[in-house]
């Protein structure tokens, strides 16, 4: 069933507070060795996925480049919530 509802011009703003992935690595690349937690996601699965994409740089923003590499860990709590812990790691100089 569908409510009836408004026609608009233009979508109102939409305010979830989300960063893009190139956002995200972007900060974390000015924190290098530092992790940050993303989430929760609903389920250890969801946590799981990305943080193989992270790791596997399945993203642009995630690709693996000449100065470092991405980590990234799922981690459950006690209470059952699922995160992700996400790192810049910088390659060190030879």
Known sequence: MV???SW??????????RL????LA???MSRPGQWKRL???ASRDG???VASIVRNGRRPAWRRRPTGRFDAKPRTTRN???YVY????PREAP
């Not at 608009?8 to 507070?17: C, N, R």
């Not at 893009?20 to 956002?23: E, F």
């Open 3 to 5: 409510t009836s509802g």
């Open 8 to 17: 608009l011009t233009e979508l109102p703003p939409d305010h979830v507070d």
């Open 20 to 23: 893009s992935h190139y956002d």
């Open 26 to 28: 972007v900060q974390l």
């Open 39 to 41: 989430g929760p996601y």
């Open 47 to 49: 946590a799981c996925a």
């Open 80 to 82: 059952g919530r699922h």
């Open 86 to 89: 996400v790192r810049w790691t």
